[in-house]
């Protein structure tokens, strides 16, 4: 056996070897791809396949040309070298399509298999060869299925069903072309029950449903654990339709690695991933230990990719695609909850431009779509990510009294986007953030190209008539991001907006530290941003008042408040909002040419200076001052009279 894959190296070297040829497999499966045959007719057509008359008695499967998919048939005669007779008629008259035919090997390889199980398992052999399935093979525990490499060793047009514990598939292709693969889960290329699973250098090839699907079965001792997906090719190019997608893993999973794979397929497809609980009887620590490591995903994909579970690691991968850390997928979802995400990590990860719609990619913070489930998403952080051409969704559309609770978006650096760079976008129920960092990003470029009115952060509740949405925010920042260089006309860093007027917003975001230069911030609902020292800082975080008796600022809204031309004695009035502690607050007064007498409210400290009890006529005075939280107090630390 000395060439047999290097995977051997992780298995027992004890452990008896059975080569499927010894079991009568014979590996002459052949494939071409333009086969052509009339519907109620038998004769198919092939200008490429060169048949000959040793093709007589061989399994053929044409795609498509079956009532419901495939016609499979046998070949009965030789008419040329580019034409055979089949079996059975078509029932679909089908050209350019794809044709496999061969010696079926599937019993002789569920014979190999069979023995395997019987001493307990050991190591199926896969010689190089294409090996034409006429059934799924399924595969026990303990057992190994190892072929030479993804390109020597091919199955074809059915599945793999792999049950129970301890089992390696290793360096071989499988190419089910759409075909019903049968066996205890149909549609999927390898349906996976039980734990302990490794998939290594496989190249999983043009399925129904799904390429690899980790099960949850009750009788295999529930979902999927400990099981590793590596150096694997899943893709669909061949535009089979498929609505589960590259990778499906069903709830009760533990321990689950997808580290260096290739993800390719065709817009007729779903996820390139999708885990869910799916069983109402699961709670959140079923579901633990997901890492998607140095994977390349490249599509296009008609669904996005669904992240869920707790303890989840996405690191380090290149996605050309939409993809979504969800606490409720879908459907699927139903009769269970509430539905908890928790503990994520995204980091290290490029998005560039979404394959399947020449647009930006997306990454989704999504909260379920189920109208009667409670969905929270407990710690998260997305933290040095380059987004190339992406970025970030926080909701899709619609939550239904929702949490979040410590989001953390830092050092991320966001290139281009045809949208905003980060959006939080609602139209119905609420939605509370708890603990909201958005820190240290840089924001390069937005709305490269779509129509519409985009910030690099956006915030805008979208409630219609009849369906109010409120977002709550409790211990919130903006800090430390460097904004620019915008677009000419699309200089908005962050706009705060009420887009159809039935939107409201509730608690602050600390902003201070950020580089606004050549930017602007919008808000349409004030008192969202608490503002400290930026830098930058757009007109409107000045407050003005030509005269008042009891000046007020709001430190919401203003980190200085004027008054240009006190005509009145004043008081400097306790300012509104809710000041974060080291807030900067200035006062600039000027009289109108008279002398004005100051006094000050109780909230005001002097620290190290002395309160001016007066204006000097027609000459500008600065007061400055920081919020001290533990004592409730303005402390007035600085004072300068213009001479």
């Given at each position: 056996?000395?060439?047999?894959?290097?995977?051997?190296?992780?298995?027992?070297?004890?452990?008896?070897?059975?080569?499927?040829?010894?079991?009568?497999?014979?590996?002459?499966?052949?494939?071409?791809?333009?086969?052509?045959?009339?519907?109620?007719?038998?004769?198919?057509?092939?200008?490429?396949?060169?048949?000959?008359?040793?093709?007589?008695?061989?399994?053929?499967?044409?795609?498509?040309?079956?009532?419901?998919?495939?016609?499979?048939?046998?070949?009965?005669?030789?008419?040329?070298?580019?034409?055979?007779?089949?079996?059975?008629?078509?029932?679909?008259?089908?050209?350019?399509?794809?044709?496999?035919?061969?010696?079926?090997?599937?019993?002789?390889?569920?014979?190999?298999?069979?023995?395997?199980?019987?001493?307990?398992?050991?190591?199926?052999?896969?010689?190089?060869?294409?090996?034409?399935?006429?059934?799924?093979?399924?595969?026990?525990?303990?057992?190994?299925?190892?072929?030479?490499?993804?390109?020597?060793?091919?199955?074809?047009?059915?599945?793999?069903?792999?049950?129970?514990?301890?089992?390696?598939?290793?360096?071989?292709?499988?190419?089910?072309?759409?075909?019903?693969?049968?066996?205890?889960?149909?549609?999927?290329?390898?349906?996976?029950?039980?734990?302990?699973?490794?998939?290594?250098?496989?190249?999983?090839?043009?399925?129904?449903?799904?390429?690899?699907?980790?099960?949850y079965d009750a009788a295999y001792g529930g979902g999927s654990k400990n099981c590793f997906i590596s150096k694997c090719t899943?893709?669909?190019?061949?535009?089979?339709?498929?609505?589960?997608?590259?990778?499906l893993v069903q709830g009760g999973f533990h321990n689950i690695h997808m580290i260096g794979n290739y993800f390719g397929s065709?817009?007729?497809?779903?996820?390139?991933?999708?885990?869910?609980?799916?069983?109402?009887?699961?709670?959140?620590?079923?579901?633990?230990?997901?890492?998607?490591?140095?994977?390349?995903?490249?599509?296009?994909?008609?669904?996005?990719?669904?992240?869920?579970?707790?303890?989840?690691?996405?690191?380090?991968?290149?996605?050309?695609?939409?993809?979504?850390?969800?606490?409720?997928?879908?459907?699927?979802?139903?009769?269970?909850?509430?539905?908890?995400?928790?503990?994520?990590?995204?980091?290290?990860?490029?998005?560039?431009?979404?394959?399947?719609?020449?647009?930006?990619s997306i990454l989704l913070i999504s909260m379920g779509v189920l109208v009667n489930d409670t969905h929270q998403i407990d710690?998260?952080?997305?933290?040095?990510?380059?987004?190339?051409?992406?970025?970030?969704?926080?909701?899709?559309?619609?939550?239904?009294?929702?949490?979040?609770?410590?989001?953390?978006?830092?050092?991320?650096?966001?290139?281009?986007?045809?949208?905003?760079?980060?959006?939080?976008?609602?139209?119905?129920?609420?939605?509370?953030?708890?603990?909201?960092?958005?820190?240290?990003?840089?924001?390069?470029?937005?709305?490269?190209?779509?129509?519409?009115?985009?910030?690099?952060?956006?915030?805008?509740?979208?409630?219609?008539?009849?369906?109010?949405?409120?977002?709550?925010?409790?211990?919130?920042?903006?800090?430390?991001?460097?904004?620019?260089?915008?677009?000419?006309?699309?200089?908005?860093?962050?706009?705060?907006?009420?887009?159809?007027?039935?939107?409201?917003?509730?608690?602050?975001?600390?902003?201070?530290?950020?580089?606004?230069?050549?930017?602007?911030?919008?808000?349409?609902?004030?008192?969202?941003?608490?503002?400290?020292?930026?830098?930058?800082?757009?007109?409107?975080?000045?407050?003005?008042?030509?005269?008042?008796?009891?000046?007020?600022?709001?430190?919401?809204?203003?980190?200085?408040?004027?008054?240009?031309?006190?005509?009145?004695?004043?008081?400097?009035?306790?300012?509104?909002?809710?000041?974060?502690?080291?807030?900067?607050?200035?006062?600039?007064?000027?009289?109108?040419?008279?002398?004005?007498?100051?006094?000050?409210?109780?909230?005001?400290?002097?620290?190290?200076?002395?309160?001016?009890?007066?204006?000097?006529?027609?000459?500008?005075?600065?007061?400055?001052?920081?919020?001290?939280?533990?004592?409730?107090?303005?402390?007035?630390?600085?004072?300068?009279?213009?001479?």
């Amino acid at each position: 056996m000395k060439y047999l894959s290097p995977v051997i190296s992780f298995l027992d070297k004890g452990s008896q070897v059975y080569d499927v040829r010894a079991y009568g497999a014979v590996g002459n499966g052949r494939t071409v791809e333009d086969g052509a045959i009339t519907s109620a007719t038998s004769t198919l057509t092939s200008a490429t396949a060169a048949f000959s008359t040793s093709d007589v008695g061989k399994s053929v499967s044409v795609k498509g040309a079956g009532a419901t998919g495939n016609l499979f048939s046998t070949i009965t005669a030789y008419i040329s070298a580019t034409q055979v007779t089949l079996a059975n008629n078509a029932s679909t008259t089908v050209t350019g399509a794809y044709v496999t035919y061969g010696k079926s090997d599937s019993a002789a390889i569920q014979a190999a298999c069979d023995a395997a199980n019987a001493s307990g398992g050991g190591r199926i052999i896969l010689p190089i060869g294409k090996y034409y399935l006429s059934a799924a093979i399924t595969v026990y525990a303990n057992t190994s299925f190892l072929g030479f490499s993804p390109y020597a060793s091919q199955l074809l047009n059915y599945s793999i069903a792999a049950r129970g514990d301890n089992q390696i598939f290793a360096d071989f292709t499988i190419d089910t072309r759409g075909t019903v693969s049968g066996g205890n889960f149909t549609y999927d290329s390898i349906g996976s029950r039980g734990s302990n699973k490794q998939f290594i250098n496989l190249h999983v090839r043009n399925w129904t449903n799904k390429g690899i699907e980790l099960i949850y079965d009750a009788a295999y001792g529930g979902g999927s654990k400990n099981c590793f997906i590596s150096k694997c090719t899943i893709e669909n190019p061949g535009n089979f339709p498929c609505g589960g997608g590259s990778v499906l893993v069903q709830g009760g999973f533990h321990n689950i690695h997808m580290i260096g794979n290739y993800f390719g397929s065709s817009t007729s497809n779903g996820n390139f991933v999708e885990i869910y609980g799916g069983l109402a009887a699961l709670g959140e620590d079923d579901n633990y230990g997901l890492y998607f490591y140095r994977n390349k995903v490249k599509g296009p994909f008609a669904k996005a990719g669904y992240f869920w579970g707790r303890h989840v690691r996405i690191k380090d991968n290149e996605f050309y695609t939409d993809h979504e850390i969800a606490s409720g997928g879908g459907a699927e979802e139903s009769g269970g909850g509430p539905w908890v995400a928790k503990d994520f990590i995204y980091s290290g990860n490029t998005l560039y431009t979404n394959a399947s719609a020449a647009d930006s990619s997306i990454l989704l913070i999504s909260m379920g779509v189920l109208v009667n489930d409670t969905h929270q998403i407990d710690d998260v952080q997305i933290v040095d990510n380059h987004f190339e051409d992406g970025y970030i969704q926080i909701g899709n559309g619609t939550v239904y009294n929702d949490v979040i609770n410590r989001l953390t978006i830092r050092r991320n650096h966001f290139k281009d986007a045809n949208r905003s760079n980060i959006v939080l976008s609602y139209t119905s129920g609420s939605l509370t953030v708890n603990g909201f960092d958005i820190d240290d990003n840089i924001f390069n470029q937005w709305r490269k190209g779509s129509a519409g009115d985009y910030a690099a952060i956006q915030i805008a509740p979208t409630g219609t008539a009849g369906t109010g949405v409120t977002l709550t925010f409790n211990r919130a920042s903006i800090k430390g991001n460097k904004f620019g260089a915008p677009r000419a006309s699309y200089t908005k860093a962050i706009q705060i907006s009420n887009v159809n007027g039935n939107g409201t917003i509730v608690g602050t975001f600390r902003t201070e530290g950020n580089d606004f230069t050549g930017c602007t911030v919008t808000e349409t609902i004030t008192g969202v941003l608490n503002y400290g020292d930026n830098i930058g800082l757009p007109g409107k975080r000045t407050g003005s008042t030509t005269s008042s008796a009891t000046p007020t600022a709001n430190v919401d809204l203003y980190n200085q408040y004027n008054v240009t031309a006190l005509a009145a004695d004043a008081t400097l009035a306790a300012p509104t909002g809710t000041p974060g502690d080291g807030q900067i607050l200035i006062y600039r007064i000027k009289d109108n040419g008279t002398a004005r007498a100051l006094s000050y409210n109780a909230i005001f400290r002097a620290v190290g200076v002395t309160l001016p009890a007066t204006t000097v006529v027609s000459k500008t005075l600065y007061i400055g001052m920081k919020y001290c939280a533990a004592d409730s107090r303005w402390d007035v630390v600085a004072v300068s009279q213009e001479a």
